[in-house]
Structure formats: structure tokens, C-alpha cells
T-cell receptor
Framework: SQQGEEDPQALSIQEGENATMNCSYK?????LQWYRQNSGRGLVHLILIRSNEREKHSGRLRVTLDTSKKSSSLLITASRAADTASYFC??????????????FGTGTRLLVSP | DAGVTQSPTHLIKTRGQQVTLRCSPKSGHDTVSWYQQALGQGPQFIFQ???????QRGNFPDRFSGHQFPNYSSELNVNALLLGDSALYLC????????????FGPGTRLTVT
């Protein structure tokens, strides 16, 4: 089963606009990671935020994490056509036994039109 | 520096057959994880290999098995293929565990007819 749920499922914007994607999850996490996937190919890691962090920036990307609400958001500023892709959040779930699992959400499909 | 490589790119098999997929990790990485991604869904964790042993496993049946070699490369084997096994199979390498970012390969598209 998938822990993360991205919202919206699809987003269509114009170049230059900002895009915001949200991720909600169910259980306690160690970290949360965002990935991008172009046209059903391999995923590219964008940013990792640890459970004790609230905000992180990387270039045009800004990620926030609210562990009390079990949610995260990814903001892409000044979007470009090349940002068109599917975006996934992934949460690191760690059990007391030491078992770890990286659980991906269902993804947001972003379309940026020129 | 070569990233994660996977072979083959595409594969078509018949129901009931067996398949082996291969993965070479990024240089410097010793941990390999495998994921199954059905169309329109997020990747689902199959298992993770470190030091040639399966360390973590997701909710996949025993028909899914793997192996890691001394050079850290890995294989994913699926026996008795079902139509529902049709998916993109992704390999990711990293430093040990999941506390670090995963570097993904381009995937192998498996179609079971």
C-alpha cells in the first residue's frame, strides 16, 4: 500500500508561474524525499528533508515539512517547460525492529506550457 | 562517473515464464534497492541488498527474489510470471539504508502477455 498521497493529482500551469504540490503521509517518518520522473523513466532525486527540519531550499525548489500535520509541500518557482514531469514524495518509514522502507506516494503530474 | 545502469531496457515474456533483470550501481554505492512501478502509480519497494544479503523486503511474494554480487551489482528474478507483473522495474543505489538519497536507473519495462 502507498503511504503518501500527493495533491493535486495533476497540475497545469504556464511558464513563469509557481507550482505547488502537497504530500500527506500516515506514519512517523525519519525523512521525506522528493523525486521527479520524466515520461516513465528513472526517478531523479530532488531534495531530502529530515524529520527535524521544517524547510529546505535547492535552487528554484522549496520544500516544507510539518510533522504535526504529517504533510509536506514542494514549491517550484518560475517554472519552465522542462519542469514538466511527475513528482513523487517518498517517506522513510523505520520500525522499532530496524526494518526500513521507502514508501512513495501516487505522484503529481505537472504540465508546464510555454 | 557512470550512474546506475539497468538491462535490458524492454522485455516481453509469456505468463508462467521466468525473468532476470540486472542492475549496476553508481560508483561508490554498495546498496541496491528494487522497485516495481505499475502504470500511473508510484514505485513500490520490493527489496534491498547490502553486503550480498537481502536486508529489507516489501510486500512481494517469494516469486520475487534477488541477488547481489561482490562488485555490488544486483539481479532481480521473477518466477512464474503473471499478467500483473507487467510494470517498470526500477533499480536504485545508495549508501547503506534509506537515510540517503536514492539514485535510480532508467528502468526495465517488462510486459507479460
Amino acid at each position: 500500500s502507498q503511504q503518501g498521497e500527493e495533491d493535486p493529482q495533476a497540475l497545469s500551469i504556464q511558464e513563469g508561474e509557481n507550482a505547488t504540490m502537497n504530500c500527506s503521509y500516515k506514519t512517523s517518518i525519519n525523512n521525506l524525499q522528493w523525486y521527479r520522473q520524466n515520461s516513465g523513466r528513472g526517478l531523479v532525486h530532488l531534495i531530502l528533508i529530515r524529520s527535524n527540519e521544517r524547510e529546505k531550499h535547492s535552487g528554484r525548489l522549496r520544500v516544507t515539512l510539518d510533522t504535526s500535520k504529517k504533510s509536506s509541500s514542494l514549491l517550484i518557482t518560475a517554472s519552465r517547460a522542462a519542469d514538466t514531469a511527475s513528482y513523487f514524495c517518498a517517506t522513510l518509514v523505520e520500525a522499532d525492529t530496524g526494518f526500513q522502507k521507502l514508501v512513495f506516494g501516487t505522484g503529481t503530474r505537472l504540465l508546464v506550457s510555454p | 562517473d557512470a550512474g546506475v545502469t539497468q538491462s535490458p531496457t524492454h522485455l516481453i515474456k509469456t505468463r508462467g515464464q521466468q525473468v532476470t533483470l540486472r542492475c549496476s550501481p553508481k560508483s561508490g554505492h554498495d546498496t541496491v534497492s528494487w522497485y516495481q512501478q505499475a502504470l500511473g502509480q508510484g514505485p513500490q519497494f520490493i527489496f534491498q541488498y547490502y553486503e550480498e544479503e537481502e536486508r529489507q523486503r516489501g510486500n512481494f511474494p517469494d516469486r520475487f527474489s534477488g541477488h547481489q554480487f561482490p562488485n555490488y551489482s544486483s539481479e532481480l528474478n521473477v518466477n512464474a510470471l503473471l499478467l500483473g507483473d507487467s510494470a517498470l522495474y526500477l533499480c536504485a543505489s545508495s549508501l547503506p539504508g534509506f537515510r540517503y538519497e536514492q539514485y535510480f536507473g532508467p528502468g526495465t519495462r517488462l510486459t507479460v502477455t
